[in-house]
């Protein structure tokens, strides 16, 4: 396989983001949150309603959404990036999940090579304690009272129950059934 080579123009953008990374380090501290983000397009309702737009295709055509992003992959990147905005729109505010604590983020959409876009994220949240300043228990009191790492009950929390098993489960299947080895990290 051949090595790719990364254009002069690439470089330059990469650095630029490495310096402003780093000043914004140096302003705001570390992160509090890194997050990877990918988009779950097939279901996106809207999308399907901007490419029925775009290209006058009619309400009782059935539409393939990847062949589409394929067809036009201009809709889906302004879609995507508009959803983004909107999610740090949502993260900002004071009823948001975040309680308007969000004191800076930085994110980067990415394309995989077979086109379909993902980002990162870096948050900084206002009064998150630090590693090394704060106590382990204020740490995992602020993580906990943020996150959780549970599977929601089918009957109490229906949607919430069917959005975590559709979206954030992985499942080894096919091919890669077997490539599939859960690490113990702890």
């Known amino acids: 396989m051949e090595a790719k080579k990364v254009g002069v123009g690439q470089y330059v953008q990469v650095i630029k983001n ?3 990374i780093i000043k914004t380090f140096r302003t705001f501290g570390s992160p509090t949150f890194f997050l990877t983000l990918n988009p779950a397009e097939k279901d996106w309702e809207e ?13 009782e055509e059935k539409i393939d959404m990847h062949e589409m992003i394929q067809k036009d992959p201009g809709v889906f990147s302004e879609h995507f990036n508009l ?16 309680k ?19 980002i990162h994220a870096l ?15 204020e740490i995992l009191q602020f993580i906990s009272d943020l996150i959780t790492c549970r599977l929601p009950d089918k009957d109490k ?8 098993t559709k979206y954030q489960i992985h499942r080894c299947t096919g091919n890669f059934y077997n490539q599939c080895v859960l690490i113990n990290i702890f």
């Open 123 to 137: 948050l900084w949240i206002d009064g998150a304690p630090v590693i090394g300043k704060n106590s382990p228990e």
């Open 18 to 20: 490495l310096e402003y």
């Open 100 to 118: 308007g604590k969000l004191k800076h983020y930085w994110y980067r959409i990415e394309y995989q090579e077979r086109g379909a876009p993902h």
């Open 83 to 98: 959803r983004c905005l909107e999610m740090f729109k949502h993260l900002q505010k004071k009823k948001g999940p975040l």
């Open 157 to 164: 929390e229906p949607l919430l129950h069917k959005l975590v």
């Open 47 to 59: 999308l399907e309603e901007a490419y029925r737009k775009v290209h006058n295709i009619p309400p």
